[in-house]
């Protein structure tokens, strides 16, 4: 009798936490868009898409081969801020907390960009996602 009870309380602790991550209310990325390859002199977009699930955004960050370049805080005033680095010149008026907008890309430009998304507290959960892009 005790051996049935026991399985049958694994049977119901295990039903809940599937349920329960199947509606967790979490921070995700949705669509991270990094081109592979771009030619030298233009402009590129780089695209952050997320879902907050009800929480709300304390900072969208990108990072090129680790350097952070671009931060987006909307409680700060100004809610972008940028950072030099070799290769990236940002369009600052163009750039939002979903795109950024790369000006004149050059050589130095390659390398691997990062979008950092964080939400507000209790939970400051953080994700990412990255990609290579290559100027030729």
Same mark, same amino acid.
């Given at each position: ?15 809940? $936490?599937? @349920? ?6 979490? *921070?995700?990325? &949705? +669509?991270?868009? #990094? ?47 940028? $950072?030099? @680095? ?6 600052? *008026?163009?750039? &939002? +907390?979903?795109? #950024? ?36």
């Amino acid at each position: 009798m005790e051996f049935m009870q026991r399985n049958i309380a694994i049977s119901l602790l295990i039903l809940v $936490f599937g @349920l329960a991550k199947d509606i967790c209310f979490c *921070l995700r990325l &949705t +669509e991270v868009r #990094i081109p592979n390859h771009v030619a030298k002199n233009t402009t590129v977009v780089l695209e952050c898409h997320f879902d907050l699930n009800g929480e709300a955004l304390y900072s969208v960050k990108w990072y090129k081969d680790g350097n952070e370049f671009y931060r987006y805080v909307p409680r700060d005033n100004p809610p972008a801020q940028l $950072f030099l @680095l070799t290769g990236v010149s940002v369009d600052l *008026l163009n750039s &939002t +907390e979903n795109q #950024i907008v790369l000006n004149n890309v050059t050589l130095a430009s390659t390398g691997k960009y990062r979008c950092e998304v964080s939400a507000e507290a209790p939970s400051f959960q953080t994700v990412s996602s990255h990609g290579d892009m290559v100027v030729v």
